[in-house]
């Protein structure tokens, strides 16, 4: 069991079964910071805590948010990945498809991280509507640091679907948990449902509509 889903001992789900989707998704958003420092032409050290910020930011929230104990303060493996991931993206130099990959990585870590969060509120026990709170959170708070650092408009103020996407993916594992569903079938219909509305954002340019004032 990881640090990141650690609670009570009498509370046994879902936290075993997401504990793969809890590593994966601070190693892909770790990446994405590191990609993001690495299109400011910047250092290793840099990238490495542009990847320990992205990686762990939202979940830091969500854990504060919920009462839990903060995660990778309990396990330093969580630093560790962030770390990893950043070295990686060094090691890997410029290649023309690396920067494209920042995307498509995001797109995994917004579903993946999406149910994880809305999982953990959930071992918590919280309410439905807050675990999915939890879930947007989680998925998308540490890409907001990491634009902010990085100087990029937040993706908060983008037009093309973020976290309409990491809300669809927590939304849909709470209504399965609802409806009957055990963790894993749960966690794979939301994270597929999230990252799929997403693929389309980029794939196909789909945004939801602006608001238009009347005349």
Not at 15 to 44: H, I, N, P, S, Y
Not at 79 to 99: K, M
Not at 158 to 181: D, F, Q
């Amino acid at each position: 069991m990881t640090a990141n889903v650690l609670v009570d001992p009498e509370i046994v789900a879902p936290e075993r079964l997401l504990a793969v989707l809890d590593f994966a998704g601070v190693a892909v958003f770790a990446a994405t910071g590191a990609l993001a420092a690495a299109r400011l032409k910047q250092d290793l050290v840099t990238a490495a805590f542009f990847a320990a910020i992205t990686g762990v930011g939202g979940g830091t929230l969500r854990d504060l948010l919920i009462g839990a104990p903060v995660f990778w303060v309990t396990d330093w493996r969580y630093v560790a990945v962030c770390v990893a991931a950043a070295v990686a993206v060094w090691l890997i130099g410029a290649r023309e498809w690396r920067f494209r990959a920042l995307l498509w990585l995001d797109a995994v870590g917004l579903a993946a991280y999406g149910v994880l969060g809305a999982a953990k509120a959930e071992a918590w026990g919280a309410p439905a509507l807050i675990c999915v709170v939890m879930g947007a959170l989680t998925a998308c708070f540490g890409g907001v640091v990491r634009d902010l650092l990085a100087g990029q408009p937040s993706i908060l103020l983008r037009r093309e679907i973020t976290v309409s996407a990491a809300i669809l993916a927590a939304g849909a594992y709470v209504a399965a948990k609802a409806l009957g569903l055990d963790d894993w079938p749960a966690a794979i219909l939301g994270a597929g449902l999230g990252f799929a509305l997403r693929a389309g954002a980029l794939k196909r340019g789909w945004s939801l509509p602006a608001f238009a004032p009347r005349s």
